[in-house]
């Protein structure tokens, strides 16, 4: 009798999370596509073979799995990932996007889970400050806060636009520029990984990162706010962030 009704229990589960899946307004049933730009550790990055990797990739995982979805990685540059939704290609865009205010016009912000700050990339030993930024090229990835950043306090003319941050720090090293603007802990990940570079934080404004949605997917955003209020109420993204921290 108690095998019977906990099959009973089991199977009542999974068709409440089918059900509850089934109300979702997504592309795909069943799926959540989230355009992504993966080169961006610890957020995002792609492993051995190919698979997206990193702290938001693990947020979704869970997310999606409460509310019955199955997380699906739709890997662009950043420039097309901001606009995927709006587009029609993706339910989200999930690729470390900073709140704007310009931004909300073509697409919905879930609440914030963690803030950054700009930090500044460069080869051991360079003379590169704050104070000296001006007279430097400066490398960024197009679409960024950083760049905007770089291009409204030193000009167009000291700022290089890379479509993804792997092939800004291939010209930091190559000389192409002297440094790159980069959210810091995206810039602590570079320079753990590649020898000889170092990095300082900016005093520039604090950004809040969180994941944007097409405009009027209500039910759905709705849904991932509460899943990722539970999970930030509860430490999950505070472990999630330390892991891929170290």
């Not at 400050?129 to 490398?139: F, Q």
Request: hydrophobic share 45%.
């Amino acid at each position: 009798m108690k095998k019977i009704l906990a099959l009973v229990l089991a199977l009542a589960l999974v068709l409440s999370v089918a059900a509850a899946a089934a109300e979702y307004k997504t592309i795909e049933a069943g799926k959540f596509i989230y355009a992504t730009s993966p080169d961006f550790p610890p957020f995002e990055s792609t492993d051995d073979n190919d698979n997206v990797i990193g702290i938001e990739p693990d947020i979704l995982a869970i997310i999606c799995e409460n509310l019955g979805l199955t997380a699906e990685p739709y890997a662009i540059d950043f420039d097309s990932a901001l606009v995927a939704p709006s587009a029609g290609k993706a339910d989200a865009v999930v690729s470390g996007v900073t709140i704007k205010e310009e931004r909300k016009a073509s697409m919905d912000f879930t609440i914030p889970y963690v803030t950054i700050v700009q930090g500044i990339v460069f080869k051991t030993g360079a003379d590169i400050t704050m104070e000296n930024l001006g007279e430097k090229m400066i490398g960024a990835q197009s679409g960024t806060t950083g760049k905007d950043l770089a291009v409204d306090n030193f000009g167009e003319d000291h700022v290089t636009s890379y479509d993804k941050y792997s092939l800004a720090f291939q010209a930091l090293q190559n000389g192409q520029v002297d440094c790159i603007i980069v959210d810091d802990m995206v810039g602590e990940a570079y320079v753990k990984q590649i020898p000889g570079l170092e990095m300082f934080k900016t005093d520039y404004t604090p950004e809040n990162f969180a994941f944007g949605f097409a405009k009027g997917n209500t039910e759905l955003l709705d849904a991932f706010n509460a899943e990722l209020q539970k999970l930030i109420d509860n430490g999950t993204i505070e472990e999630i962030i330390l892991k891929w921290q170290e």
